[in-house]
């Protein structure tokens, strides 16, 4: 008998320090979860909806929950520490956590579907367009925590092997809104570019205070010293708002302003269903895309079965908003197309580079990185 | 010596698994091959005494070792260091102290618990890999630092015999022979021995050219 209906569980903060994001990521699972019960692919997708409020305790709590009712598949998490937190359930468990957001890799758990981008396919083009178009001296702000600690790894390699620097790296609690001793220690080193890897309110605050402290020394920030970021998404720019909203580099698989039938389908059923917000993001079209993946493959597989889903997904090819999308049957990372876009004064991104086809995820970069870490530059001096 | 930089990528890796539960292993082999380390059916044995020891390649090969089977401290092992010639991750089925022994016994620089985890292998990887390489490193020292100790005693000979052929005190005999193990791109010890055996030739009536210091 063919499966009929299907319980999905999302696990989304859409409260807390990252809602905004996380909120366009419920959108766009619940989104998805509407266009499937009308499409007429034979399954009927029941979410059920619930809201760790970014309390990294609450996360385990209610994925226990969602797993003690024998839902086997959950869409959710934004942040890595929420998504280590409770891959040991979803294991223990034997069900499906459907990751989607882009992250830092090093990672492939067998009860772990990645929709987001790996770091090939979005930290490794933006550092290769930074060293190329920006110059080789980087200052780098992060909230503290896996996600900007391993983007500045990868930063250090690849522009240390290039005879570049990284000036200075500074961290900050996850909500952290005082950045006035960084901006200073920013303007007083004047690198070529900031690499930004904040997240939720502390990046907006920080985008609105470093363009506000250029301006008052009459420094063109966004030229002179443009702030790059791996998670930087159209609902964001509208928290920053007002004059600190342009000239900021975004690397990432989606943007709102790829012109294509599919994308622009997307956009009006997004905006149709949620008019008041927040805006679609490359996490809203990354959890769209999971669920659209989960629904196919379990109306092919006839079943929920983890396992069975897992063996079906591998089959499916998805017209995504951002383009094809499929998945990679080695590490259950998705093919992706990465994209470079500059923010404008609509709170949209301008594009201004894209891969010419998906890329293959890499997420442990065996393909994309050196076999060695980066050696230190030798302090030599000359002595006869 | 410059410390050897971590190794964090380890595509073109080659495994090597010793286990006589080859039936277990789909976790590790699948994680190995995620990681660009290649697993073939052929490097699966039964007994580590299988395993050629001659053609293992210490920057390729990695062998994992089922800490359950018998004979797992088979391979050589260098002298001071106490290393295979490849490195070995010990997998753990009974963690008692006899069995931890005898894989660190038989070289293990890191261990993975079975049943095993595919979030362990790269972590497992990454210390087993790097501890190698570290004690490979530490131990090239240790030779080096012995092999110059040995030398010692030819570089106080060679010291007097400066000091008693150009009237110069200690320190400057020092920094004569010093200067010419540098121009010469010998080590002292190596500059030293080679002083005094010719020094020795001349005194036995051996036409050893005799070399000059101050040339």
Known sequence: ?384 | MTEPRLLQNFSGGRAIVVTDRASSLEILLTTLNRLGVGTDPADIFERAAAIDATTLQPDRDIIFIDGDIDDVAVLPLSPIGRLAPAPIIGLLGVSAPSRLKALMRAGATSFLRKPIHGAAVYPALFVGVNEYRRHRHLEALLEGHDRRRRGRRDVVKAIIRTMAEYGVDDDEAYDLLRRRSMKTRQTMEDLCKDLIRSADGQEHGECVPRRKLAD
């Open chain 1, 1 to 384: 008998m063919p499966l009929q209906n299907l319980q999905v569980g999302y696990l989304f903060s859409s409260t807390g320090s990252y809602e905004l994001v996380a909120r366009s990521m419920l959108n766009g699972a619940l989104l998805a979860a509407e266009e499937v019960n009308a499409s007429g692919l034979g399954i009927r997708l029941e979410p059920s909806v619930v809201n760790p409020g970014g309390d990294l305790s609450q996360y385990s709590a209610l994925a226990t929950t969602l797993l003690k009712r024998n839902i086997r598949h959950v869409v959710g998490c934004y942040t890595s520490s929420s998504r280590k937190e409770v891959i040991p359930l979803f294991e223990k468990h034997d069900a499906l956590l459907w990751y989607p957001s882009h992250y830092e890799g090093f990672e492939s758990s067998t009860n772990v579907i990645y929709t987001g981008a790996a770091p090939n396919q979005h930290v490794l083009p933006l550092v290769e367009y930074l060293l190329a178009h920006h110059g080789h001296r980087a200052f780098c702000v992060g909230s503290n925590y896996i996600w900007a600690w391993e983007n500045n790894r990868i930063l250090r390699e690849s522009i240390t092997a290039r005879g570049g620097s990284v000036l200075a790296e500074r961290y900050f609690a996850v909500g952290e809104t005082d950045f006035h001793q960084a901006i200073e220690a920013i303007i007083e080193a004047r690198p070529s570019f900031v690499f930004l890897t904040l997240i939720g309110t502390s990046a907006y605050q920080f985008f609105r205070d470093f363009r506000a402290a250029c301006r008052a020394r009459g420094i063109d920030q966004a030229k002179e010293m443009p702030v790059a970021s791996c998670s930087l998404s159209e609902p964001e720019l509208e928290a920053i708002g007002g004059e600190a909203v342009d000239g900021h580099l975004s690397s990432s698989v989606y943007f709102c302003s790829i012109q294509s039938p599919a994308n622009l389908r997307f956009l009006k059923a997004y905006e149709l269903r949620f008019p008041e917000g927040p805006t679609a993001s490359a996490d809203a079209e990354a959890s769209y895309n999971a669920v659209w993946l989960l629904a196919r493959s379990a109306a092919a597989a006839g079943t929920d079965d983890p396992r069975v889903i897992k063996a079906e997904i591998v089959h499916q090819r998805l017209d995504a908003p951002q383009g094809k999308v499929w998945i990679d049957e080695q590490t259950f990372h998705a093919y992706l197309t990465p994209r470079i876009g500059r923010s404008n004064r609509n709170a949209k991104f301008d594009l201004i580079s894209a891969a010419r086809a998906p890329v293959q995820p890499d997420p442990y970069l065996v393909h994309n990185s050196a076999r060695f870490e980066a050696a230190a530059v030798p302090s030599l001096r000359l002595v006869s």
